[in-house]
């Protein structure tokens, strides 16, 4: 049987993932600053994106996004290991994704995993690692993602 705390902790977990999707999903990059910690190491490279900590982060995801018109990052199945004051979460993500190729909108579609190491801190639960990794594509632009 969960404790409360598990509970509220689980809740918490599971929110702080919906946070993160809607703050991509808005652009909202400040926001970002209430998903993870000021030193959290955030690690996109398996997608061909970037790997640092949250300002570059912010920077690149400002820089990078702007090139597709129409993305959700829709989570689920989110799996929460408690160990107290820490955790790790393994997330699902499906993203489909629109982008200009060959002078027409093209659609495609990336499946793959959050890895996140999570920490409790005076502000709730907050993301202090972060890692993608690639699951599968469809339909992405040629040279779009790492083979």
């Known amino acids: 049987m969960l404790s409360l705390q598990e509970m509220s902790d689980r809740i918490e977990i599971q929110d702080l993932m919906t946070r993160y999707a809607y703050a991509i999903d808005d652009r909202d990059w400040a926001a970002l600053d209430r998903v993870f910690t000021p030193d959290a190491v955030i690690d996109y490279s398996d997608m061909g994106g970037s790997k640092g900590d949250l300002p570059s982060t912010k920077r690149f995801l400002a820089e990078a996004m702007p090139n597709f018109p129409a993305f959700q990052h829709l989570s689920a199945t989110t799996q929460i290991k408690l160990d ?64």
């Open 84 to 147: 107290g004051d820490s955790a790790a979460a393994r997330t699902i993500l499906f993203n489909p994704m629109v982008m200009e190729h060959e002078g027409a909108p093209r659609v495609f579609f990336i499946g793959l995993w959050y890895n996140d190491t999570l920490v409790r801190t005076p502000e709730g639960w907050r993301i202090s690692a972060r890692r993608e990794q690639k699951s599968w594509s469809y339909n992405a632009p040629p040279g779009l993602l790492p083979e």
